[in-house]
């Protein structure tokens, strides 16, 4: 078990710039999530996926923002014209669907700054 | 629609002495909750988690929480402080069956003084 792995650890950009996360879950788990977390607060959920079905996204993912699972293992989350109110942790988490009380495993996070 | 309200963003105790890390939630339906710890630029580790089974739940590190139905409470306890205890701690409530996305507080730092 190598762990939930998450790349680039950071990431600084211009406004306006496209930028892409990429997320590498635990191997057998089914389930993959996306959080976000400005400083000082605790994440927000944006969306997960059932192997490569994106099942729910939260209200605060903007049309700025896509997922893909493509396979049903990495995951890539992408935000377009990035905007200062962007800058956050990004955190992914997977599970297995019907785990023991479904414990998420989460990632070290992705932290972006937008300038 | 769930929530979690952690009372207290912050927590100073002296080493060796009680933490106490105050959760309360709201749900509608019987919720699963966890407690996880954050150090400084780092993904969130589990402590520990309620899972409708014994309602006092011990997790990693010596900390344990109590699931309280009638107070909606989760409060997390570690009867001795470490300085390496120093972190953020959240709480989260699940939906369970329901995609069981996480419910995050605001989260407590946790201060510890020698």
């Known amino acids: 078990d190598t762990g939930v792995s998450q790349d680039p650890r950071h990431k600084i950009t211009k406004r306006g710039q496209n930028v892409t996360f990429r997320c590498d879950p635990i191997?057998?788990?089914?389930?993959l999530y996306w959080y976000r977390q400005t400083l000082g607060q605790g994440p927000e959920f944006l969306t997960y996926?059932?192997?490569?079905?994106?099942?729910?996204k939260s209200r605060l993912l903007s049309d700025r923002f896509s997922a893909e699972r493509p396979k049903g293992s990495f995951s890539t989350l992408e935000i377009q014209r990035t905007e200062q109110g962007d800058s956050a942790m990004y955190l992914c988490?997977?599970?297995?669907?019907?785990?023991?009380?479904?414990?998420?495993?989460f990632g070290p996070g992705t932290r972006l700054t937008v300038t | 629609a769930q929530s979690v309200t952690q009372l207290g963003s912050h927590v100073s105790v002296s080493e060796g002495a009680l933490v106490l890390l105050r959760c309360n939630y709201s749900s509608s339906v019987p919720p699963y909750l966890f407690w996880y710890v954050q150090y400084p630029n780092q993904g969130l580790q589990l402590l520990l988690k309620y899972t409708s089974a014994a309602t006092l739940v011990k997790g990693i590190n010596g900390f344990e929480a109590e699931f309280k139905k009638s107070e909606t409470s989760f409060h997390l306890t570690k009867p001795s402080a470490h300085m390496s205890d120093a972190a953020e701690y959240f709480c989260a409530v699940s939906d369970g069956d329901a995609g069981n996305m996480l419910t995050f507080g605001g989260g407590t730092r946790l201060m510890v003084k020698p």
């Open positions: 996926f059932q192997n490569e079905a994106q099942l729910e």
């Open positions: 191997s057998e788990h089914n389930r």
């Open positions: 988490a997977s599970s297995l669907e019907g785990g023991v009380a479904y414990e998420q495993y």
